[in-house]
C-alpha cells in the first residue's frame, strides 16, 4: 500500500504521516511538499531516513511534477493537505489561496484518474459553512448545512470541495471530503491563535486578542482528526462528506487565559487589537454520521490536550525559535505593528 500525503511538511499533515506509520508501519508513505513558508523539513527530521518513508518537494499546482511522481510510486491512496490555511493572510493576498486550494486540488485529482488511485480524500475544512450565531447554542453544522462562506481562504476550501464531488460524479472519482473543526498540538505554525499565545506569553509579550475575543471555535486535539482521515480512507463511502468535530467549544478570550493561567504568566498581557475582517463568530460541528457510520470519537479532552500542546512547546523550543526568527517577523510587523 502506497499513500501519498500533500501538505505533509506542515502541521496537521505531519501529525498524519506520525500516526499512519504507528497505526500502519507496513505502508509506504510519501511526502509531496512545496515547502511553503509553513512547511518545515525539520517538522519531518524522525521519519525522513527512515524506510517506508519518501520525500518529495513539489508544488500540487506543477502538473508535470505531479503527473511523474505518480507515474513513479503508483499510489493506492492520495490525502491531500497542502493548502494555504491561514484565515488572515487569504485577506491580505487572496491569489495564492485560489491557485494552490482549488487548482492544486484539480492537478492532483488528474492524476488521481490518470493512474487509477483507489482512494483520493480532501482534507476541507468547517469553515465551508460560514459561521452560526452567538446566541443559538442549540445550533451545529451538519454535512446537510449549506455551504455559506466569509473569507478568500473558506471560499477556497469550499470551491475545491465543489470540484471534488464534481469529479466524484462525472469521472467516477472515489473520492471522499472530511470537513474538520479547529486542531491544536504538536508543530502547529506559530502564527495561529494557540501556538501565537504560548509563544507570546513566554517571551512577556502582548496576546493580540482579536475584537473582545467572544469568537467560538471548537477545538480538537489533531491525533484525533488524524484517526478520523485514517477511518474515512479505509472505511469512509466515496461520494462522503464526513464532519469531525471535538465537542469542545471555547471563546477565544478563555483560550487565551488558559494558556496565561497554565504558564503562570499575567492577565495583563492580554491585548484587544482590532477585529479580523469577516470575522466568523461561532463554529460548532455535529460529528454524529462519521461517529455511527464508522464508529469516530474525540479521545483527548482539551484540559489534557492544551497542557500536552504546552509541554511539548516548551520541550521544542529550537524547533518554533527557527520559524519566528526569519520571515515571520516581517509578517508579525506587518500584521500586528498597527493593529
Ligand atoms: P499548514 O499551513 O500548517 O500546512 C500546509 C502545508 O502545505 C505546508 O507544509 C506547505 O508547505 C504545504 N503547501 C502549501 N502549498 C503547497 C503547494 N502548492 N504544493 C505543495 N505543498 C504545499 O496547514 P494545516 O493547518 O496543517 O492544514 C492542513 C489542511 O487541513 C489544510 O487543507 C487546511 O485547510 C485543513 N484544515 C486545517 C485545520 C486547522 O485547524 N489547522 C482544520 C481543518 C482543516
Ligand atoms: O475551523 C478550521 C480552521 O481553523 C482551519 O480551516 C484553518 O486552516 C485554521 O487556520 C483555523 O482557522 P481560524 O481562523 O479559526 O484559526 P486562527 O488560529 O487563525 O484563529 C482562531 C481564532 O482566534 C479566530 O477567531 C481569530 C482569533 N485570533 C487569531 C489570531 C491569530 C485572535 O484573536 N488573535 C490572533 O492573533
Known sequence: MTIIVTGGAGFIGSNFIFHMRNA??????VCLDKLTYAGNLST?????????FRFVKADICD????FALFAEERPDMVVNFAAESHVDR???DPGIFLKTN?????????ACREYGVARYHQVSTDEVYGDLPLDRPDL????????????????SKASADLLVMAYHRTFGLPATISRCSNNYGPFHFPEKLIPLMIINALADKPLPVYGQGLNVRDWLYVEDHCRAIDLILHKGRP????????????????IVKTIVRELGKPESLITFVADRKGHDLRYAID????GTELGWQPETGFDEGIRKTIRWYLDHEDWWRTIISGEYQNYYAKMYGNR
Not at 461520494?239 to 468535530?245: F, K, L, P, R, S
Request: hydrophobic share 30%.
Open 90 to 92: 487569504s485577506i491580505e
Open 44 to 52: 519531518l527530521a524522525e521519519v525522513m531516513d527512515k524506510p517506508g
Open 102 to 110: 482549488i487548482l492544486g486540488t484539480q492537478v492532483l485529482m488528474d
Open 287 to 290: 460529528a454524529t454520521k462519521i
Open 239 to 254: 461520494g462522503e462528506v464526513y464532519n469531525i468535530g471535538g465537542n469542545n467549544e471555547k471563546r477565544n478570550i478563555d
Open 24 to 29: 500502519h508501519p507496513e505502508y509506504r508513505i
Open 63 to 66: 502538473r508535470e511534477s505531479v
Open 140 to 155: 451545529l453544522f451538519t454535512e446537510e448545512t449549506p455551504i455559506r462562506t466569509s473569507s478568500p481562504y473558506s471560499a
